[in-house]
């Protein structure tokens, strides 16, 4: 980190010396329009992506925790993406929504529904991404909501029935509270992950077409290795460190309004 920092007062395109620009590229990347756009197509990803996981991730906790035959299975079934590697997730995601003859395309017209460019259209790319990211990641935000349902005492629902609740009342007074700390650190963990999204970029769209999908940690890699401006690179990494500092400074600062423990 502390020579991260120290390139970005440079200028350098990591073959020559280093020139001494000072805060130069910090100045250059805030007034340039390319930044506030991968920094919109982040927050766009982040927009689509979590309130999918979570839903998803819910949905399946809730399910996965009750007495069901087979119950181990679909657990281990449903986490089993999360461990699997990047690349190999967005390949097959990048042919199952082939526009010429990936498999989505081919129900969606077995229904005469339309059928997008997908990561080949730039109105498509970014939900390519969000689609594949959601799927992958949907296990590991089962996992951690299952282990805080599992956490709630029975006694809490046993006592809001006495007192007249059930269905939805359960769910919204107290399931939903009771689960708010492991929420929480679901917010937190995807939104970090969000801001630094690449893997999945890189392989289904390479930031196109037409950097219709570029993200902050893609700018930072062409920046570097494509264009050889390692400086302004760097500059862009920090910049991106202290969005995300500030967002998660502020998540556990508001964690105090909404966030009940024990």
Do not use: C
Not at 103 to 124: C, E, H, I, Y
Not at 167 to 184: A, D, E, I, N, Q
């Amino acid at each position: 980190m502390v020579s991260s920092a120290w390139v970005s007062l440079h200028e350098w395109n990591l073959i020559s010396s280093m020139t001494w620009v000072g805060l130069d590229n910090y100045a250059h990347l805030l007034t340039d329009p390319g930044t506030r756009r991968v920094f919109g197509h982040t927050l766009l990803y982040i927009g689509g992506y979590f309130p999918l996981v979570y839903a998803g991730g819910l949905g399946l906790a809730i399910v996965l925790n009750r007495q069901l035959a087979g119950r181990a299975f679909f657990r281990a079934a449903y986490f089993l993406p999360v461990v699997t590697s990047w690349v190999v997730v967005a390949l097959v995601w990048q042919w199952l929504l082939n526009p010429s003859n990936g498999l989505v395309n081919q129900v969606l017209g077995f229904f005469s529904l339309g059928q997008p460019g997908w990561w080949t259209d730039p109105a498509w790319a970014m939900p390519s991404v969000i689609l594949a990211s959601a799927w992958k990641d949907v296990g590991f935000v089962m996992v951690i909501l299952l282990a805080g349902l599992q956490a709630i005492p029975q006694e809490m629902y046993e006592a809001a029935k006495i007192d007249g609740a059930s269905g939805w009342k359960l769910f919204r007074h107290v399931t939903l509270p009771l689960l708010s700390p492991s929420t929480f650190f679901v917010i937190v963990i995807s939104l970090i992950n969000g801001f630094q999204v690449f893997d999945q970029v890189y392989v289904m769209t390479g930031g196109g077409p037409a950097g219709s999908s570029q993200v902050v940690v893609g700018q930072i890699y062409d920046l570097t290795f494509r264009y050889g401006r390692a400086g302004e690179a760097s500059a862009l990494s920090w910049l991106l460190f202290a969005v995300i500092l500030a967002v998660t400074a502020l998540q556990i600062r508001g964690q105090r309004r909404w966030v009940h423990y024990g």
